[in-house]
């Protein structure tokens, strides 16, 4: 199993602010075809996840350019500058590369 | 509108079996793996498993391999998932998704709880 790692449990910022969230990997996810496929997903209180940034830096569909996914290999972050109210929540990195698993959660909340 | 509908949750009993529906619409069901993706109480995601396209293939998470079993009905636009000899830490809300970037679709999840 490939275990991620995120760090921190728990971020609180001030709205306006910038955070930073870490997921690191056991083992290397770049895939024998030469894509790394680490993902990051937002789950809002009481609602499903959605889907912010994939292959590392690509943003997804609608996701703004305040999200900024970054890394290589087994070293990852996702950085979101500006926070705003609606960025609160819980966000989690996945792996797609080997048989597929989510990271422990950092829940992002306000000071 | 896309629609990610999953049904079938409930209480049972450990070591008991249960069968969860998820009806999709709105995109082409057929076209997409699907997976089961689960979040016990208070805790983070699990994915437990993934079916291609046409069911052919299957993929589980070591914690529900040999007890949960995945499959489809592409004419139905239907997801499955088989549940025996449940344990109570299968407790968790069970949703189904597409996951990823081809389409970001999940369901509202659904509720299983194990206990005697």
């Known amino acids: 199993d490939v275990v991620l790692t995120q760090t921190p449990v728990a971020q609180p910022v001030t709205l306006g602010d910038q955070a930073s969230i870490s997921c690191r990997s056991s083992?290397?996810?770049?895939?024998?075809?030469?894509?790394?496929?680490l993902e990051w997903y937002l789950q809002k209180p009481g609602q499903s996840p959605q889907l912010l940034i994939y292959?590392?830096?690509n943003r997804f569909s609608g996701v703004p350019d305040r999200f900024i996914g970054s890394g290589s290999g087994s070293d990852f972050t996702l950085k979101i500058s500006r926070v705003e109210p609606e960025d609160l929540g819980v966000y989690y990195c996945?792996?797609?590369?080997?048989?597929?698993?989510f990271g422990g959660g950092t829940k992002l909340e306000l000071k | 509108e896309v629609k990610l509908v999953e049904s079938g949750g409930g209480l049972l009993k450990p070591g008991g079996s249960l069968k969860l529906s998820c009806v999709a619409s709105?995109?082409?069901?057929?076209?997409?793996?699907m997976h089961w993706v689960r979040q016990a109480p208070g805790k983070g995601l699990e994915w437990i498993g993934e079916?291609?396209?046409?069911?052919?293939?299957?993929n589980y998470a070591p914690s529900i391999k040999d007890r949960f079993t995945i499959s489809r009905d592409n004419a139905k636009n239907t997801l499955y998932l088989q549940m025996s000899s449940v344990r109570s830490e299968d407790t968790a809300t069970y949703f189904c998704?597409?996951?990823?970037?081809?389409?970001?679709?999940w369901g509202q999840g659904v509720m299983v709880t194990v206990s005697s």
């Open positions: 998704t597409t996951l990823g970037v081809r389409g970001d679709y």
């Open positions: 079916i291609e396209y046409d069911g052919t293939e299957t």
């Open positions: 083992q290397s996810l770049v895939h024998s075809n030469g894509n790394t496929y």
């Open positions: 996945f792996q797609a590369t080997h048989d597929p698993t």
């Open positions: 292959k590392v830096s």
């Open positions: 709105g995109f082409t069901f057929s076209n997409y793996w």
